[in-house]
Antibody, heavy 122, light 107 residues
C-alpha cells in the first residue's frame, strides 16, 4: 500500500498549483482520501477530504473556495487544485488514506505519502 | 468548527516513564478521536483510532481512553523510539481538526 505525492514547488502569491497523489496496493474507490499540511515548524492542519463512493468533498475554512479536490478512479489518483495561493499556504502537503472504507470515515488515516513541499513567495 | 486542545504542549520524560497526554474537544465528539505520532521529517503515523482502538502494528504500551470531550493517550513505559510529537484528531464533524501537538522530549 503506497501513496506518492507530486506537484509541489515554488509559486507566487495569487498563483496556482496542482498536487497529485498516486495510490497503489488497495481498492482506491472504496476509501476516502484526504490532504493534510504542515507549515514549517508548525503542527498538522487538515485541509480537505473526498469520499471514495459518492464523491462528497469537505474543506477546511482556510482553503474553502480556493482549493478543489478531485479524483480519477481510472488512474487511482487524487488531485488538489490550489488557486489564489497565499504565503500562508506554504507547507509540506501530505496525502492520506482513510483507515475505514465508506463515505463517512471516522477512524483516521492509516497510510500517508512522503509529502510534497509548496512554497508561496514573491 | 470543533477546536481540539492538547496538554501539555511539551513534556520531558525518561525512558521507562509512564506518560499521559490529554486532548479536549470544544464539544462532544463521542469517541471519534484518533492519535498520531510524528517524528521530524516524517509523515504522521496512526496509533489509536476511535479513542481506544490500537492500530495494527502499534506496540501495546500505547493506549487511549475517553469519550465525549476529554481523551487521553498513555504510553505505559516510554521507549527511546517514542520521543516524538503526538497529535489528536477529531473525525466527528465533516470538518476534521487536529490538536496543536505535544512534543515528548528526553529528560
Amino acid at each position: 500500500v503506497q501513496l506518492v505525492e507530486s506537484g509541489g514547488g515554488l509559486e507566487q502569491p495569487g498563483g496556482s498549483l496542482r498536487l497529485s497523489c498516486a495510490a497503489s496496493g488497495f481498492t482506491f474507490t472504496s476509501y476516502a482520501m484526504s490532504w493534510v499540511r504542515q507549515a514549517p515548524g508548525k503542527g498538522l492542519e487538515w485541509v480537505a477530504v473526498m469520499s471514495g463512493g459518492d464523491g462528497n468533498r469537505h474543506y477546511a475554512d482556510s482553503v474553502k473556495g480556493r482549493f478543489t479536490l478531485s479524483r480519477d478512479n481510472s488512474k487511482n489518483t487524487v488531485y488538489l487544485q490550489m488557486n489564489s495561493l497565499r504565503v500562508e499556504d506554504t507547507a509540506v502537503y501530505y496525502c492520506a488514506k482513510a483507515l475505514d472504507s465508506g463515505d463517512y470515515p471516522r477512524y483516521g488515516m492509516d497510510v500517508w505519502g512522503q509529502g510534497t513541499t509548496v512554497i508561496v513567495s514573491s | 468548527d470543533i477546536q481540539m486542545t492538547q496538554s501539555p504542549s511539551s513534556l520531558s520524560a525518561s525512558v521507562g516513564d509512564r506518560v499521559t497526554v490529554t486532548c479536549r474537544a470544544s464539544q462532544s465528539i463521542i469517541r471519534n478521536l484518533n492519535w498520531y505520532q510524528q517524528k521530524p521529517g516524517k509523515a504522521p503515523n496512526l496509533l489509536i483510532y476511535a479513542a481506544s482502538s490500537l492500530q495494527s502494528g502499534v506496540p501495546t504500551r500505547f493506549s487511549g481512553s475517553g469519550s465525549g470531550t476529554d481523551f487521553t493517550l498513555t504510553i505505559s513505559s516510554l521507549q527511546p523510539e517514542d520521543f516524538a510529537t503526538y497529535y489528536c484528531q477529531q473525525t466527528y464533524s465533516t470538518l476534521w481538526t487536529f490538536g496543536q501537538g505535544t512534543k515528548v522530549e528526553i529528560k
